[in-house]
């Protein structure tokens, strides 16, 4: 809970200033309360969790209701749903901001130099940072819009515009469940813009604003060869090794120059102009500023794109998990009865991921042996998703961001995928403004997850801008 | 403990019959005994095991000394060995029962319909089995000639010629200490011939003396890319695949016709006379009598081999475990740091270990971009061994087998690998019978492992009958 002040003065007209004094103030407390929400392993992906996903949805609630918003738990056939809204400054434009109180898998543990869910304060090269799972993905971002809500209710008693909050609990496991809930609550939720705080800056310092995000396809193959794991003495060589047969067919589905094998795949996929391509590359610069952070040199994907630009704007395949046979210390000389393997593909502009999941079974069903079976496992599926870069809204966020960062705000593309971009567009029909403060060292996915101190401090300091430009910016 | 009765008839000039009616009369303490074998679990690679292989050395040397020979544990680098002696024969041949006491690991412990390290009589289609890890590799193999022992000391008071045994226990995860054991003791185990019990019938009914096998090369490569697990939106396409890197090395260890693709792999290998490969097509069937029990239709290695023909005496290179990235539950978009592959090749006469494996780790460094790197760890190494095929002693052995079984006892290859065979003509200059009872439906190394009763009765009769023949047969 936290005190509010209620005051008279007329609903936007006060400087962000005000404000802005108290994000600076309050920042142990909002550390305190990012710390909460850090320990409770809301991992989606898993059943053993899917209390903790429920246990962080009310936290949150409490969290936005102790702010003054009316918020709620929606249940959902899932992880539920928080919904808030504070709608008092009613002749002023609507926001509605985005977030996922869900995270990641943490292992493999052993990689973590602390336990993943008791987040700390660590000293970095770079400054001060927030360690935990989900400290950058995404519920340190997540809390800088709901901290800035508060230093803006906390400095003005209202806020300078009506604003609307959902936070689902679906997002890093692919759940089928936001969609139909955005359906159902589209008259609920209509507003403005939306603004999602789930993307990264350029580089250290330079704030972005995320134009373009590619799509995802995810997929997961079994194969079966015999009907038992079999002794690969006796019958190595005769008997159909399922690990080979998909070596073969990962090892197929990418060309000699770097690019996805499937037919169709780069059907409607365009490359932006010159001058955009240029422009990421003066302020993402080389593939070492990509690559050498992770120990890496050389890009990996289609020649005659930069690292930057196979992510931001190429489509691809990747394999995100493999299993078969004996894994264990020391060697077992088995040949299995089964190979497992989880695919995905990022997808672009122009590309469909209905077309794309098909071709990838038919790639793989042509490449099966007549005496093997093989099994499809669906894990999600969206269509890229990009913005209109020429809205008085996005121009207003961008002057709020530099005018934070003393750096001029870019427009940029992400590599990440974030469905509900299109999902917001097609039920409620409503534009996004993809505004994030991680770095591209967070580690997000990974052992020993961060997010830098700055990105959480000033990135509550960035909303309160942002929200005071978009009260008087027009739709 | 068993009950010894001792007698004055002259060595060996009793019938086998007295035994025989021993080995019948006896049988269930015999299975008894199996039994308390079976449920030492004593996997010999999992280091965690190590005092379980210690008891199960103890248990072996209290038995033989408890049928009257002297039995001791002998100490290695690594697990113990178990020797004995009964040389009360002077004027007969000497031979040197070989087996071992370690087993494979259980995994995956879900397909097991009971508990591996219990044992159990289940009915099954072709009659009663005993059920348990090591059942038929090699415990209820190494039972069937120590309860032999027992039979014919019990019924003649000593036996027909004399007997040493050792019993290893790094056969399963290819222990590096027999062979200076073998050579530290080679006048203490010296002798006419060894008798190996660690091999196969033929179908169900016919007998069979092994006298080629396959040797082996294991080999695990671990391939790492970036120096931690990435987010495959944020880098996928950019950063290396690490799974897919090992995807393209692995799909490239075999042509397009099924043989193994390393320069010079098949340097010196021959093929079989066709009279022996006739022979072999009409005791061992089509493709489907070894394929169609485990489900299998189609013999899946070199073209214009059979099955049989491809796992007795053509090499193969076996992917025997594979692991990267996320494996569990749901999806995750990791692209990881790390892959793992354990690799085997099969060698038959005429291949070096040493150039496979050094040709191996070639292809693969080939195959590494500049900014991977790759490990390599050895895991065991043998060359392929032959026996005569013509000796007094082999044709002795037939004749028993061929008396207890009532079917033309058989002279096969194996595509297994059992190094002892050429430690044993390297170190003590001794060649090998290799006669065991198990079938090709024991599911070794495999969930559900089981030898089937009458393998362990009539492989024990079967050994009564042999000793009788070798004890009057030349070397």
New interface residues.
Partial sequence: MSDIHPSSGPTGSLPAGTALARVDAGLDQSLERLFALLRIPSIS???AHAADCRRTAEWLRDELAGIGLDASVRETPGHPIVVAHDLGAADRPHVLFYGHYDV??V??LA?WDRPPFEPAIVDGPEGPRIVARGAS?DKGQVMTFIEALRALREADGRLPLRVSVLIEGEEE??GPNLRPFLEANAAELGCDVALICDT?MVGRDTPAITASL?G?V?E?IVIQ?????????????????P??V???I???L?TADGGVSLPGFYDGVTVPPDGVRARWREIAGG?EA??GP?????????RGFS??E??WC???C???????????????????AK????V?F?LVAGQDPVRVRASFREHVRARI???CRVEFHE??GSAASAVPTDSPMLHAALGALTAEWGVDAAVIG????IPVVRELQETIGVDSLLVGFAR?DD??????EKYDLDSFHRGTRSWVRILHALATAGA
Same sequence: chains 1, 2.
């Fill in positions: 992906t898993q059943p990641q898998p292992d493999p990689l993905d496991c692919g990264s590619r995802l995810g997961e060869a015999a009907d038992r794991d079999l002794h690969s003495g006796m019958f190595g060589n005769a008997a159909r090794n690990i080979a998909l070596a073969d990962l090892s197929s990418r593939d990509l690559l992770v120990g890496l040199a050389e890009a990996a994907g289609e690292a930057v196979q992510t190429r489509p691809s990747e394999i995100n998990g493999i299993s078969g046979g004996y894994e264990g210390d020391g060697f077992k000389t088995v040949l299995p190979a497992m393997a989880k995905s990022r042996p007549a005496d894990h999600g992400s590599g990440g995928s591209d580690r997000i996915h990974s052992p020993n």
